[in-house]
């Protein structure tokens, strides 16, 4: 079983910065890709941001230069970095991790990925 908690929403003005993490938790040997998606209202999931477990990096085009993401494989954790935040980024933002290889106690389980709870980012004056 794999579990991510995600940390850092919350309301700022135009042109603040936020931090998100997303944490996975359970016996993780390893995880490949790690991503940020967000879904603002009445509009589809987006892709935001992905890391590879190499630290090859892939942003949308809508956040090229504003956003960074990165990861600490030592604590299964990814981080989205938001500077210079505009209104239209207001959205419930998820994390999601794939492929998630876990050890158990009959060898080891493949998660073709795993989706967070999400956090909510109000861009807002």
């Known amino acids: 079983q794999v579990q991510l908690v995600e940390s850092g929403g919350g309301l700022v003005q135009p042109g603040g910065s936020l931090r998100l993490s997303c944490a996975a938790s359970?016996?993780?040997?390893?995880?490949?890709?790690m991503s940020w998606y967000r879904q603002a209202p009445g509009k589809q999931r987006e892709l935001v941001a992905a890391?590879?477990?190499?630290?090859?990096?892939h942003y949308a085009d809508s956040v090229k230069g504003r956003f960074t993401i990165s990861r600490d494989n030592a604590k299964n954790t990814v981080y989205l970095q938001m500077n210079s935040l505009k209104p239209e980024d207001t959205a419930v933002y998820y994390c999601?991790?794939?492929?998630?290889?876990?050890?158990?106690?009959?060898?080891?389980?493949?998660?073709?990925?795993?989706w967070g709870q999400g956090t909510l980012v109000t861009v807002s004056s």
């Open positions: 999601n991790v794939g492929t998630v290889v876990v050890v158990t106690t009959e060898g080891l389980d493949r998660y073709l990925e795993v």
């Open positions: 359970g016996n993780i040997f390893s995880i490949n890709a």
């Open positions: 890391i590879s477990s190499g630290g090859s990096t």
